[in-house]
């Protein structure tokens, strides 16, 4: 296949390797072993596979250590990606990845680079490392400056295959990937995440109407005091008619307008003694 302005490449499925027999890889050439990982790298691949999965906008998919051809010397494979669903018609194969992320443990600095740069070249669109020894970071591929670009933790990661914007934190914090993760669902609307707002929402008019019901009561008693109070010619002050109004207590309101049939004074009513 050839591409306007970046030379012809083989399809993405046309491997040098064998894809789930060998964990061969071939970056430029150069034949490297797939290991498979320790923590803290395969911590980090099953938390960045979670949050990647969750932020997936419709009509794409997300893949983990998907092997791809990327030129006529290279063939591995990213951490995760994500990439259009289908086939596409230009290659009759599936789409080349939209967004690529790399988890850098023991890898070294040139295989990742190269890595890059040869996904860059083939079409990825934007390429991702994330670092997970010593100080743990989040850094973009810089087509323009060949390199790699630090990314703060408050950045957001917008691109068209993602349905909401995704955190860089999330992918450095579990607590931040879980909220992130919630998020992403309620922006695809998840029927569950929808029917537990729809059951938060019902309980809280619920629970809104029962407090009306009760504050109605007691708004009810209160008045009943200070009217029994006025009729017995009993003097009451704004003060002590605001805290008759403000007790929402039925019990104590009860107690207060039996002692409001005999009492000379309101302090008589109210006292606790």
Known sequence: ??????????????????PE????????G?????????????????????????????GYVTAADLLTRLDEDSD????ACTYKEG????????????????????QTERDVTEKAVRMQRRGVRRIFSIAVKGQRRVSEWSP??????????????EDPSLVAPLEVAALLDA????????????????????????????EGKAEGKAEGRAEGKAEGKAEGILNLLKARGVAVSEAQRQEIFRCYDLDRLDQWLVRAMLASSVDEITSET
């Open 87 to 106: 086939i596409d018609p230009a290659t009759g194969t599936r789409y080349l990845e939209e967004i690529a992320f790399e988890v850098v443990s023991e």
């Open 76 to 79: 591995f494979a990213s951490d």
């Open 21 to 28: 027999v060998t964990r061969d890889e071939i970056i430029g």
């Open 144 to 157: 323009e400056r060949q390199g790699w670009r630090p990314l703060a933790a408050d950045s957001l990661i």
């Open 175 to 202: 607590a931040v990937a879980d909220n992130a993760v919630v998020e992403a669902l309620a922006a695809k609307g998840n029927p569950a995440i929808r029917m537990r707002e729809t059951t938060a929402r019902s």
């Open 30 to 58: 150069r034949r490297v072993i797939a290991m498979p990982a320790n923590p803290p790298h395969a911590n980090q691949q099953s938390d960045l596979d979670y949050v990647l999965r969750a932020h997936v906008a419709p």
């Open 1 to 18: 296949m050839r591409l306007p302005g970046r030379g012809s490449f083989p399809r993405v499925d046309d491997h040098l390797v064998e």
